[in-house]
């Protein structure tokens, strides 16, 4: 998926909202906006979500996530394999925020009928998203992709355990299977490919 398509399909979700309809142009990226922002991307990123909306950006150590207009940054928010990043653009200034998979401690989610709240916690800074509900799922399903994929495991030799032991290794591996399935992160033919493989079957 490219940035551009990322982002149509961000817009195509909105577009259905009356709001959106009469403010369309601050969701949209500029074409110097989304060439900047593309070239933050690197190559070994697989492009998850992208969105131009507004964001608020808080330290991690604040205890207030107050969501108001003064605070309130319009950018294009990207969610890759390996990041989340905020990129806000103007002719005078831009500025990258970044939180890498590794970093992010919390995720919270909240939803009314119309409306979500997105509160990603990094070890440096918390992104905060308050939007349209529709736009608001899309974007924690793809941070739940990001949080809960698992590399490959490299290969290593066998080592001896106790039967009992390795069962409920296996046992445990598939529960955390289950709880990925379940938030969406995974197809049910990869739970039930990956639990074939645990299972030896």
């Known amino acids: 998926m490219t940035l551009l398509d990322a982002i149509n399909q961000s817009l195509s979700v909105r577009k259905n909202s009356l709001l959106f309809k009469l403010t369309k142009e601050l969701y ?12 933050q ?7 998850l979500a992208a969105s131009k909306l507004p964001i608020h950006i808080f330290s991690s150590h604040s205890q207030d996530f107050t969501c108001n207009n003064s605070n ?10 390996l990041r989340i990043f905020f990129f806000a653009w103007s002719k005078e200034n831009s500025s990258l925020q970044e939180i890498s998979a590794d970093d992010i401690t919390d995720v919270y989610y909240d939803t009314d009928p119309k409306e979500a709240y997105l509160r990603v916690n990094g070890r440096n800074i918390v992104f905060v998203i308050h939007d349209e509900l529709a736009v608001v799922e899309r974007l924690k399903k793809a941070v739940d992709e990001l ?3 698992q590399p490959e495991p490299e290969a290593v030799a066998p080592v001896q355990t106790n039967p009992a032991d390795n069962m409920d290794q296996i046992t445990e591996a598939i529960k955390n299977l289950k ?5 969406g992160a995974i197809t049910q033919e990869e739970f039930d490919a990956k639990k ?3 299972l030896n079957l």
């Open 72 to 81: 309130k940054i319009y950018g294009i928010l990207v969610i890759t394999s």
């Open 196 to 198: 074939k493989q645990l």
């Open 28 to 39: 949209t990226p500029f074409r110097s906006e989304y060439d900047a922002c593309v070239s």
């Open 179 to 183: 709880s990925l399935l379940d938030l």
């Open 147 to 149: 949080r809960y994929a």
């Open 41 to 47: 991307l690197v190559n070994a990123e697989e492009l």
